[in-house]
């Protein structure tokens, strides 16, 4: 499970028709929640798309929506896939200020390797694989790393295959692959990360269920270089 709020300024906007005619609008969202910019690519569908897309560039909008993932020749394309959007028409005023600045992420994962520490041991990344239900009433793999920068000592003892809850704020970065080619990336810089004790085992935080489990540790996408 993987649930998004966030808030911000279109800075890009692009409309599209699938082969079959559905609009698929673009959207690059550029905002700052805890004092911190963001910058992250929402992807709408059907008659909400083709009702804003003369419309939405400029303006703040407010997205409620789910991480999504898709394989292509490039790599792996991670975006938001809007559910609702709202208008923040006035976006400067008191009563407003508070929805166009907002950047929330929740989700249940596996820990899809075992955690890493990076950074001369200032940085402890984990690989978290999160169940997002698709239309179709199935289920598919959503892969993110979490940054843990302080604290992350209390999380070194967790082992792929673990299942964590964790709340925070959906990030966005670029690298160059080893053949030079510039990619991007969402990650999640956590505020709250609870281990979840599966049925039988210790501590008894929650039961979790374990279907897809194997599916979400085998299909890690390519590691990024940094």
Request: no cysteine.
């Amino acid at each position: 499970m993987n649930e998004v709020t966030v808030s911000g300024l279109v800075a890009k906007s692009d409309l599209r028709y699938t082969g079959a005619g559905l609009p698929v609008l673009k959207l690059r969202l550029a905002g700052t929640s805890e004092d911190r910019p963001h910058f992250l690519d929402i992807t709408v569908l059907g008659e909400q798309a083709e009702r804003i897309a003369d419309s939405a560039l400029g303006k703040v909008f407010l997205v409620k929506g789910t991480v999504t993932q898709r394989k292509g020749q490039k790599g792996t394309f991670t975006n938001v896939l809007a559910r609702s959007l709202r208008l923040v028409p006035n976006a400067q005023l008191a009563e407003e200020r508070e929805a166009a600045s907002v950047n929330d992420f929740t989700g249940f994962g596996f820990l899809a390797q075992d955690p890493e520490v990076r950074a001369n041991g200032k940085l402890l990344r984990l690989r978290v694989a999160f169940n997002r239900r698709t239309k179709d009433g199935g289920s598919e793999a959503v892969f993110l790393p979490v940054d843990i920068w302080e604290g992350g000592e209390a999380f070194r003892s967790l082992k792929k295959g673990d299942q964590v809850y964790i709340e925070g704020s959906l990030r966005a970065r670029t690298y160059t692959t080893a053949s030079g080619e510039k990619r991007f990336e969402l990650y999640v810089a956590p505020r709250t990360i609870r281990p979840v004790a599966w049925a039988g085992g210790q501590g008894g935080a929650a039961t979790a269920p374990k279907e897809n489990r194997k599916e979400v540790l085998e299909e890690f996408p390519e590691d990024p270089p940094f």
